[in-house]
């Protein structure tokens, strides 16, 4: 008799198990609906995205989900095109009930889903797109960005970093004649010449986005007496043909390269020693994982690595640390409440794969940091990246007031 209670006793908690893990599974999850370009020539960015956020989703999960609900994920193709990305935002809030928006690479993409967030009032957190407008000019109170911006990335890192090594006198830069193509020139000479007052850019070259062929631009650098030359938001595809054309040319051997976007690896992670890479370039970086010791990243590294097959980049670290926000967001509010959650997150100081990190309450900025060096082989990787590093912060952004002018003189 005693024998049969006890079974039964057991039996009942099983079912009672059984039960809560069924209940935990139904509950409505919290729909991320993400949206990048997974095909095409920045589908890299896309790609490393996605898979950095799935690994963060799969921990959370792991771990009992957020306020007991599971995290999921849905992934739209914005094919680098605003009218496409747009149009995916929308099918995401209203077919597939998403909660929050994440993604984009092309600021373009960017700025016409965040426009669609605040009028939905949706929160949407960029994860790649790097238009300082976003939170600066054209802010609202729905748009977050757990990453870096065009500021500090494309303009003021480069000029502290140039002002702090080389000082040069004479720059002339080439970029490809769009918003964030002039918006990065137009920062990194706020800054430099503010640092070094006698330098000047002595000719602006634009080339239209996507070029393939620089040789022309080229000519014009390597003939311009110029001691350094400036590229202005180039990257993926472009800058890979630009970096083979100008190697070709002998222009890494004759002036110093000023070239931001180099020293994210996503562009070089295939090449070895003996290939073309921007040799010796001035070069800034958002996840220098080889020379970060922070326990998370060297994990999330490992798991990225056996995810994908490659090195993780910056978009993957980002998004990563996106998901992680909106988690510490949520759990801060006690509700998927998209007020409280702007509120929860508002002066939040993160714990992110680098580090501590906080949001900036006025910008919904987060101040991430970018570092700094010259590109070269090192022990320990295969391929060309960023050597030495140094980390540039809250210094490489835009202060307060310098963004409320921004916003006054709108």
């Given at each position: 008799?005693?024998?049969?209670?006890?079974?039964?006793?057991?039996?009942?908690?099983?079912?009672?198990?059984?039960?809560?893990?069924?209940?935990?599974?139904?509950?409505?999850?919290?729909?991320?609906?993400?949206?990048?370009?997974?095909?095409?020539?920045?589908?890299?960015?896309?790609?490393?995205?996605?898979?950095?956020?799935?690994?963060?989703?799969?921990?959370?999960?792991?771990?009992?989900g957020i306020?007991?609900?599971?995290?999921?994920?849905?992934?739209?193709?914005?094919?680098?095109?605003?009218?496409?990305?747009?149009?995916?935002?929308?099918?995401?809030?209203?077919?597939?009930?998403?909660?929050?928006?994440?993604?984009?690479?092309?600021?373009?993409?960017?700025?016409?889903?965040?426009?669609?967030?605040?009028?939905?009032?949706?929160?949407?957190?960029?994860?790649?797109?790097?238009?300082?407008?976003?939170?600066?000019?054209?802010?609202?109170?729905?748009?977050?960005?757990?990453?870096?911006?065009?500021?500090?990335?494309?303009?003021?890192?480069?000029?502290?970093?140039?002002?702090?090594?080389?000082?040069?006198?004479?720059?002339?830069?080439?970029?490809?004649?769009?918003?964030?193509?002039?918006t990065a020139?137009?920062?990194?000479?706020?800054?430099?010449?503010?640092?070094?007052?006698?330098?000047?850019?002595?000719?602006?070259?634009?080339?239209?986005?996507?070029?393939?062929?620089?040789?022309?631009?080229?000519?014009?650098?390597?003939?311009?007496?110029?001691?350094?030359?400036?590229?202005?938001?180039?990257?993926?595809?472009?800058?890979?043909?630009?970096?083979?054309?100008?190697?070709?040319?002998?222009?890494?051997?004759?002036?110093?390269?000023?070239?931001?976007?180099?020293?994210?690896?996503?562009?070089?992670?295939?090449?070895?020693?003996?290939?073309p890479f921007?040799?010796?370039?001035?070069?800034?970086?958002?996840?220098?994982?080889?020379?970060?010791?922070?326990?998370?990243?060297?994990?999330?590294?490992?798991?990225?690595?056996?995810?994908?097959?490659?090195?993780?980049?910056?978009?993957?670290?980002?998004?990563?640390?996106?998901?992680?926000?909106?988690?510490?967001?949520?759990?801060?509010?006690?509700?998927?409440?998209?007020?409280?959650?702007?509120?929860?997150?508002?002066?939040?100081?993160?714990?992110?794969?680098?580090?501590?990190?906080?949001?900036?309450?006025?910008?919904?900025?987060?101040?991430?940091?970018?570092?700094?060096?010259?590109?070269?082989?090192?022990?320990?990787?295969?391929?060309?990246?960023?050597?030495?590093?140094?980390?540039?912060?809250?210094?490489?952004?835009?202060?307060?007031?310098?963004?409320?002018?921004?916003?006054?003189?709108?």
């Amino acid at each position: 008799m005693k024998k049969r209670f006890v079974s039964s006793v057991l039996a009942l908690i099983a079912v009672l198990c059984l039960g809560v893990t069924v209940h935990a599974a139904e509950k409505k999850p919290i729909v991320i609906g993400h949206i990048h370009s997974m095909s095409g020539a920045l589908s890299m960015y896309g790609i490393s995205s996605e898979a950095g956020g799935s690994i963060a989703i799969e921990e959370i999960n792991a771990a009992g989900g957020i306020l007991g609900r599971p995290l999921k994920m849905i992934t739209r193709d914005d094919k680098a095109n605003p009218e496409v990305g747009l149009r995916e935002a929308k099918d995401l809030v209203i077919s597939e009930n998403a909660d929050f928006l994440t993604g984009t690479v092309s600021s373009a993409v960017g700025m016409a889903v965040s426009s669609f967030a605040k009028k939905e009032k949706i929160i949407f957190m960029p994860s790649n797109a790097q238009s300082s407008r976003m939170t600066e000019d054209e802010f609202h109170p729905y748009i977050f960005r757990i990453a870096t911006n065009s500021v500090v990335y494309w303009g003021y890192a480069p000029a502290i970093a140039l002002a702090n090594t080389k000082k040069v006198k004479k720059i002339i830069s080439l970029g490809w004649e769009y918003e964030t193509g002039k918006t990065a020139l137009k920062q990194f000479k706020e800054k430099y010449l503010e640092m070094v007052p006698d330098a000047q850019i002595i000719d602006e070259l634009w080339a239209p986005l996507g070029t393939t062929d620089y040789t022309a631009y080229i000519n014009k650098i390597k003939n311009s007496g110029a001691d350094a030359f400036y590229l202005a938001a180039v990257y993926g595809g472009g800058e890979l043909a630009f970096t083979k054309q100008a190697d070709s040319f002998g222009l890494y051997d004759q002036m110093l390269a000023i070239q931001p976007c180099a020293g994210d690896i996503e562009s070089w992670y295939t090449v070895t020693k003996g290939g073309p890479f921007p040799k010796a370039a001035l070069a800034t970086t958002r996840y220098p994982f080889w020379a970060i010791d922070n326990p998370r990243s060297k994990v999330f590294v490992e798991k990225y690595k056996n995810k994908v097959g490659q090195y993780p980049s910056y978009g993957a670290m980002n998004h990563y640390n996106t998901i992680y926000a909106l988690k510490a967001g949520i759990e801060k509010a006690g509700a998927v409440d998209t007020e409280k959650i702007i509120k929860a997150l508002e002066g939040l100081t993160l714990d992110t794969l680098i580090g501590k990190v906080q949001i900036r309450a006025y910008d919904h900025q987060a101040m991430m940091p970018t570092w700094y060096g010259t590109m070269d082989y090192a022990e320990g990787l295969p391929f060309p990246h960023v050597v030495k590093v140094t980390p540039i912060g809250e210094e490489g952004y835009h202060t307060i007031e310098q963004i409320k002018k921004l916003r006054e003189s709108k």
